[in-house]
């Protein structure tokens, strides 16, 4: 059972920064990308920014130059650094963890965390 534990979410004011971490603890097999989505009620969640284990990160056009994954050397947590936030990065923050043994592969999926940033 992966377990996946998410912190850092909080509100602050435009132009702040924030830190999101998740920890994912529990998996046998080799995770293989870790990441951040973001959902705004009624809206679909979307990809925020990922990183493969080998270190290739992508963002969504409207975060790039203004949050930055990571992950720490074991490669069970990952970090977003989060600059310059904007009203509209407001949303929960779930942490994603893919794993796979073989040619299966799964998705694991954090409880979220609120980012408000107020204007």
């Known amino acids: 059972q992966v377990r996946i534990v998410e912190s850092g979410g909080a509100s602050v004011q435009s132009g702040g920064s924030l830190r999101l971490s998740c920890t994912a603890s529990?998996?046998?097999?080799?995770?293989?990308?870790m990441g951040w989505y973001r959902q705004v009620p009624g809206q679909q969640r979307e990809l925020v920014a990922v990183?493969?284990?080998?270190?290739?990160?992508r963002y969504v056009d409207s975060v790039k130059g203004r949050f930055t994954i990571s992950t720490d050397s074991a490669g069970r947590t990952v970090f977003l650094q989060m600059n310059t936030l904007k009203p509209e990065d407001t949303a929960i923050y779930y942490c994603n963890v893919r794993d796979r043994l073989g040619d299966d592969e799964y998705g694991h999926w954090g409880q979220g965390t609120q980012v408000t940033v107020s204007s």
């Open positions: 990183v493969s284990s080998g270190g290739l990160a």
């Open positions: 529990g998996s046998a097999f080799v995770i293989y990308e």
